[in-house]
């Protein structure tokens, strides 16, 4: 099993920037990738980012060039820079692991940007 805990969430104002982290623990395979998924109320839920454990990034089109996502293997802790927020970008974030055939989500932190 894998526990995942999101942290960071909170409000900005628009133009603003937050922080999330995600701490993984559990049985945590080599080989994985870990991202960042978005929920805004009566929406589906969305890729914003994702990185495997070799670095290697790739970013929803809503966000690229305003997040950057990084990760310490060595703590397994994931995390999320947002800049430039925009009052879209409010929703609950989780965190995400895969590996193998299994799937783990957080419980979401919420994002709230606003004047």
């Known amino acids: 099993q894998v526990q995942l805990v999101e942290s960071g969430g909170g409000l900005a104002q628009p133009g603003g920037s937050l922080r999330l982290s995600c701490s993984a623990s559990g049985s945590i395979f080599s080989i994985h990738t870990m991202g960042w998924y978005r929920q805004a109320p009566g929406k589906e839920r969305e890729l914003v980012a994702r990185i495997t454990n070799g670095g290697f990034a790739n970013y929803g089109d809503s966000v690229k060039g305003r997040f950057t996502i990084s990760r310490d293997n060595a703590k397994n802790t994931m995390y999320l820079q947002m800049d430039m927020l925009k009052s879209e970008d409010t929703a609950v974030y989780y965190c995400?692991?895969?590996?193998?055939?299994?799937?783990?989500w957080g419980q979401g932190t919420q994002v709230t940007v606003s004047s």
């Open positions: 995400n692991l895969n590996q193998r055939l299994s799937t783990y």
